[in-house]
């Protein structure tokens, strides 16, 4: 009886070592399965500014942001000639990128079909005029900063 309760867990003990002897994944493993569960299109935090940074709700942020950045090229842009060379710009599509380290770049887009503007010209006051920006705090991904896209739609206004 006493050889058969000292063999019991001898067994078992044995038959245990089979769960113990399982393949750990490779770092290099570990690394594309998390490396192909990120959606790499969208990032964790918008780009933002300190005045939109108290709204919790990510989307209002966004709006708050999106709004400044409007109204500030627009406020840049109006005292300028652009709405008097061309009065029949009355809106211009601004691709701004927000890069890593909070710089900003500004790009007119524009039709395709578009001759009637002097591309040059336009690109070259954007550049003259918007600059001095207040500090951006660039998107995140998952704590890294990184570099944004977007195209902003704004209305020139004639004075």
């Given at each position: 009886?006493?050889?058969?309760?000292?063999?019991?867990?001898?067994?078992?003990?044995?038959?245990?070592?089979?769960?113990?002897?399982?393949?750990?994944?490779?770092?290099?493993?570990?690394?594309?399965?998390?490396?192909?569960?990120?959606?790499?299109?969208?990032?964790?935090?918008?780009?933002?500014?300190?005045?939109?940074?108290?709204?919790?709700?990510?989307?209002?942020?966004?709006?708050?942001?999106?709004?400044?950045?409007?109204?500030?090229?627009?406020?840049?842009?109006?005292?300028?000639?652009?709405?008097?060379?061309?009065?029949?710009?009355?809106?211009?599509?601004?691709?701004?990128?927000?890069?890593?380290?909070?710089?900003?770049?500004?790009?007119?887009?524009?039709?395709?079909?578009?001759?009637?503007?002097?591309?040059?010209?336009?690109?070259?006051?954007?550049?003259?005029?918007?600059?001095?920006?207040?500090?951006?705090?660039?998107?995140?991904?998952?704590?890294?900063?990184?570099?944004?896209?977007?195209?902003l739609p704004v209305i020139l206004e004639v004075?």
């Open positions: 009886m006493r050889k058969t309760f000292f063999l019991l867990p001898f067994l078992i003990f044995i038959n245990s070592c089979q769960y113990f002897d399982k393949q750990v994944p490779s770092k290099e493993e570990l690394l594309q399965k998390e490396l192909k569960s990120i959606n790499w299109n969208e990032v964790d935090e918008l780009p933002s500014i300190n005045e939109c940074e108290q709204i919790q709700d990510k989307t209002q942020r966004q709006q708050c942001f999106f709004d400044f950045l409007t109204a500030k090229i627009q406020e840049k842009l109006s005292i300028d000639t652009l709405s008097i060379l061309y009065p029949e710009l009355d809106t211009i599509e601004v691709k701004v990128t927000v890069f890593p380290d909070a710089s900003l770049k500004f790009e007119p887009q524009f039709p395709t079909d578009s001759l009637a503007y002097d591309k040059i010209k336009i690109d070259s006051i954007l550049h003259a005029r918007l600059v001095d920006f207040p500090k951006i705090n660039p998107a995140l991904k998952r704590g890294i900063p990184v570099k944004t896209q977007f195209i004075e």
